[in-house]
């Protein structure tokens, strides 16, 4: 059965903050020059907002700059941000220290960046932008020539067995004279551009964090409506990066989460269970008890910076957004970049058609190093990967590089790939994780619930194993099998039969909520994740 197709002049890949400004940008510079332009954009989760997950403070340099009149327009900032504190832990203290400069967040807002999606995609479909969620783009088209033309997206209907069922239907050829690939964090069409044209060639290894989120409704008492509080500490030791926020946002509600550096080298660290600990803490379990769990997620986010950007273009389209690595370590914020580089590269593409070329959009990458989000990635290049020396290097250095160098170190600090710091599970401690109570702290199988992840179970599954025997032979030999661990939807598994004696690893992609962890950390290399049917997965409200 042949595919259906489509023909558009941009095609659009993921519905986040930069596929949509991007999509924005492209409807804007049509009705400036006066002329046509057919945009598309495909989501694969069930509605735009479903697999977004972020903090979120949202810096609005650039909403001011695509949309001036936001408000006006109903935008979902009802939050802006007030106090903010910062926090080292120990075990059972919290003292206060000044708030690094970068993290002051005076002017911007608490936000569900999942609703900015959704209002963003309003904003998009009214100029005529054409979104379809729940359509995977599963596969990149190219001509004859090796140009990429577009994508298609995933046929539906397919079994476990790999055989179309009766409810089978073939994916849609999606073309375009360019396409953009705005994924978010370790796209899986990105990770084939990279290896396909060569664009990570020139730059250092991406590097990575996880990222676990709750959104509680709390006591009223326990509500500060505006406040922001950031912590590092406790219960991470000192080698290992990693660090919580608190937003307190409208109606009671209050945003948790922990971010954990996916260069950390004990097997046995479990990111879910370190931030179910952190939870009961002294200093911060009194927020949550009395209150109520509304949402959970996970997501696995850039911490390369500057010196980890790849080449972001080539024949046919470009990257851009999280799929590229825009986030701004310090500052705890990314959304702001990822927009802006969707608006430029919107804007070399409108320039191209205008001009009736379909040449390599160079111009995309250069305005890139003229904007202000260059030099705001160049100055707080070395902070991030001097937090592999150790907390304490990684505090001092920040201090002498913000306030004494501010940014301009005549040095730029590497990154090695995450999945190669791993140690021997013989040689690291094991780790002590306290039960959950059911009330602060909780585990991972009644957190995924809370996620609404779904997916059609008869389908093949979407993690994929380059070689079954390696989950086994090496990742249990040597590490102790620690995707047991590092994935936080309990995916994997190490299941014995007869009689305890014959391991193997069971996974239970049901539960994935597409945080890319797997993908990332590895340290065989050995999972594949690929996006599975489309509209699967988590289905976040208000993240």
Same mark, same amino acid.
Request: aromatic share 8%.
């Given at each position: 059965?042949?595919?259906?197709k489509m023909e558009?002049d941009?095609?659009?890949?993921g519905?986040?903050?930069?596929?949509?400004s991007?999509?924005?940008?492209?409807?804007q510079c049509?009705g400036?020059?006066g002329?046509?332009?057919s945009? /598309?954009?495909v989501?694969k989760?069930s509605e735009v907002?479903?697999h977004?997950?972020?903090g979120a403070?949202?810096?609005?340099r650039?909403?001011?700059e695509?949309?001036p009149d936001w408000?006006?327009?109903?935008?979902?900032?009802?939050? !802006?941000?007030?106090?903010?504190?910062?926090?080292?832990?120990?075990?059972?203290r919290a003292?206060?220290?000044?708030? !690094?400069?970068?993290?002051?967040?005076?002017?911007?807002?608490i936000v569900?960046?999942?609703?900015l999606c959704?209002?963003?995609?309003?904003?998009?479909?009214?100029?005529g932008?054409?979104?379809?969620?729940g359509?995977?783009?599963?596969?990149?088209?190219t001509?004859?020539?090796?140009?990429?033309?577009?994508?298609a997206?995933?046929?539906?209907?397919? @079994?476990?067995?790999?055989?179309p069922?009766a409810?089978?239907a073939?994916?849609?050829?999606?073309?375009a004279r360019y396409?953009?690939?705005?994924?978010? /964090?370790?796209?899986?069409?990105?990770?084939?551009l990279f290896?396909?044209f060569?664009?990570?060639?020139?730059?250092?290894?991406q590097t990575?964090?996880?990222?676990i989120?709750e959104?509680?409704?709390?006591?009223?008492?326990?509500?500060r409506q505006g406040?922001?509080?950031?912590t590092?500490?406790? !219960?991470?030791?000192w080698s290992t990066?990693g660090?919580s926020?608190?937003?307190?946002?409208e109606n009671n509600?209050v945003?948790?989460?922990?971010?954990?550096?996916?260069?950390?080298?004990?097997p046995?660290l479990?990111p879910?269970?370190?931030?179910?600990?952190?939870?009961t803490?002294p200093?911060?379990r009194?927020?949550?008890e009395?209150g109520r769990?509304i949402?959970?997620?996970?997501?696995?986010?850039?911490?390369?910076?500057?010196?980890?950007?790849?080449?972001?273009?080539?024949p046919?389209?470009a990257i851009?957004? /999280?799929?590229a690595g825009?986030?701004?370590?310090?500052k705890?914020?990314?959304?702001?970049?990822?927009m802006?580089?969707?608006?430029?590269a919107?804007?070399?593409?409108a320039e191209?058609l205008?001009?009736?070329?379909?040449?390599?959009?160079?111009?995309?990458?250069?305005?890139?190093k003229r904007?202000?989000?260059?030099?705001?990635?160049?100055?707080?290049?070395?902070?991030?990967?001097a937090?592999k020396l150790?907390?304490?290097?990684?505090?001092a250095?920040g201090?002498?590089d913000?306030?004494?160098?501010?940014?301009k170190a005549?040095?730029?600090?590497r990154?090695?790939e995450d999945h190669t710091?791993?140690?021997?599970?013989?040689?690291c401690?094991?780790?002590?994780?306290?039960?959950?109570?059911?009330?602060v702290?909780?585990d991972k199988?009644?957190?995924v619930f809370v996620?609404?992840t779904?997916?059609e179970?008869?389908?093949?599954?979407?993690l994929k194993?380059a070689?079954a025997?390696?989950?086994?032979?090496v990742n249990?030999?040597?590490?102790d099998?620690p995707e047991q661990?590092?994935c936080p939807?309990?995916?994997?598994e190490?299941v014995?039969?007869?009689?305890?004696?014959?391991?193997?690893?069971?996974?239970?992609a049901?539960?994935?909520?597409?945080?890319?962890? /797997?993908d990332?950390?590895?340290?065989?290399q050995?999972i594949?994740?690929?996006v599975?049917e489309? @509209?699967?997965g988590?289905?976040y409200p208000?993240?």
């Amino acid at each position: 059965m042949e595919r259906d197709k489509m023909e558009y002049d941009v095609v659009i890949v993921g519905a986040g903050p930069s596929g949509l400004s991007a999509a924005i940008r492209l409807k804007q510079c049509a009705g400036e020059m006066g002329r046509e332009m057919s945009v /598309c954009v495909v989501e694969k989760g069930s509605e735009v907002g479903a697999h977004i997950l972020s903090g979120a403070v949202l810096e609005p340099r650039s909403l001011n700059e695509l949309i001036p009149d936001w408000k006006d327009r109903g935008a979902p900032l009802h939050t !802006p941000a007030g106090e903010d504190r910062f926090l080292f832990l120990t075990r059972k203290r919290a003292l206060r220290l000044p708030t !690094p400069p970068q993290m002051n967040n005076h002017g911007n807002y608490i936000v569900s960046l999942g609703n900015l999606c959704r209002w963003l995609g309003q904003q998009a479909e009214a100029l005529g932008v054409e979104i379809y969620p729940g359509f995977a783009a599963a596969e990149i088209l190219t001509d004859s020539g090796g140009r990429v033309r577009g994508v298609a997206t995933g046929d539906m209907g397919i @079994g476990r067995d790999g055989k179309p069922t009766a409810n089978h239907a073939r994916g849609v050829e999606l073309t375009a004279r360019y396409t953009l690939f705005a994924e978010g /964090c370790r796209g899986s069409l990105a990770k084939q551009l990279f290896q396909r044209f060569e664009l990570r060639r020139d730059c250092d290894p991406q590097t990575f964090g996880i990222g676990i989120k709750e959104l509680w409704e709390v006591q009223p008492e326990q509500h500060r409506q505006g406040s922001i509080t950031h912590t590092i500490g406790w !219960p991470m030791d000192w080698s290992t990066y990693g660090g919580s926020f608190l937003y307190h946002l409208e109606n009671n509600q209050v945003a948790v989460g922990f971010v954990i550096g996916l260069d950390y080298d004990n097997p046995h660290l479990s990111p879910f269970d370190e931030f179910q600990r952190f939870k009961t803490h002294p200093a911060i379990r009194s927020v949550f008890e009395g209150g109520r769990r509304i949402a959970y997620g996970a997501r696995a986010l850039n911490e390369g910076g500057f010196q980890s950007i790849p080449k972001l273009t080539f024949p046919g389209g470009a990257i851009v957004g /999280c799929s590229a690595g825009f986030l701004n370590v310090p500052k705890i914020k990314g959304t702001h970049t990822a927009m802006k580089s969707g608006m430029l590269a919107a804007e070399a593409i409108a320039e191209a058609l205008a001009q009736d070329r379909m040449d390599e959009l160079t111009a995309y990458p250069a305005a890139l190093k003229r904007s202000w989000v260059w030099d705001e990635l160049y100055r707080v290049r070395n902070v991030r990967p001097a937090f592999k020396l150790g907390m304490w290097a990684g505090l001092a250095n920040g201090a002498v590089d913000t306030y004494v160098l501010r940014g301009k170190a005549p040095w730029t600090l590497r990154h090695h790939e995450d999945h190669t710091s791993l140690r021997r599970a013989d040689e690291c401690p094991k780790i002590d994780y306290p039960k959950p109570d059911g009330k602060v702290s909780f585990d991972k199988l009644s957190s995924v619930f809370v996620s609404n992840t779904n997916h059609e179970e008869n389908q093949p599954a979407h993690l994929k194993l380059a070689d079954a025997a390696v989950p086994v032979a090496v990742n249990l030999a040597l590490y102790d099998a620690p995707e047991q661990r590092f994935c936080p939807a309990g995916v994997y598994e190490i299941v014995r039969d007869d009689g305890g004696t014959n391991p193997r690893l069971q996974i239970n992609a049901q539960n994935c909520v597409h945080c890319k962890t /797997c993908d990332i950390k590895d340290p065989t290399q050995n999972i594949n994740w690929v996006v599975p049917e489309g @509209g699967g997965g988590p289905s976040y409200p208000n993240m």
